[in-house]
């Protein structure tokens, strides 16, 4: 406990001091040592709850960054296989370009042709299903909980 000791003067209603001479008749000591003790329960009740409440915000920051780990990864993945795919397409553009010695580059902006139409519309439609499976499996997920 506290070595030195200051003198405090309050003014309490009847009924609190009444409950603070009993406590202190009880456990046989001051009306000082009451009050200190009651201070210091507070105080550490007080803590606690700061604890428990601490406590269940980070468990459920966890629980919400465990499901956007997972996707994090999916994506992280994802990019990994489009990179890796974008630069060897590249490095054949490149060559294809060398060897067949073209002075200019004709953008789909100024032609496009029907097989690079096809590309697109088949990209799309993958892009589509992938998009209906995620919403197919999110749907099923969301009626299990």
């Not at 309490?12 to 456990?27: G, H, M, R, S, Y």
């Amino acid at each position: 406990m506290h070595t030195t000791k200051q003198r405090l003067h309050v003014r309490l209603v009847p009924d609190i001091i009444e409950k603070i001479q009993t406590i202190a008749a009880e456990n046989h000591s001051s009306q000082a040592d009451v009050i200190t003790e009651a201070i210091e329960h507070y105080d550490a009740e007080r803590n606690e709850k700061y604890v428990v409440f601490k406590n269940m915000i980070a468990d459920l920051l966890d629980e919400k960054l465990e499901a956007m780990e997972d996707k994090l990864q999916s994506i992280q993945v994802t990019g990994n296989v489009v990179d890796r795919d974008t630069k060897i397409l590249l490095e054949f553009m490149n060559h294809y370009y060398l060897m067949n010695e073209f002075k200019d580059l004709i953008t789909t902006e100024k032609y496009k042709t029907n097989g690079m139409q096809q590309a697109e519309d088949l990209i799309q439609k993958r892009i589509h299903k992938h998009r209906q499976k995620k919403l197919d499996y999110e749907k099923r997920k969301a009626q299990k909980k």
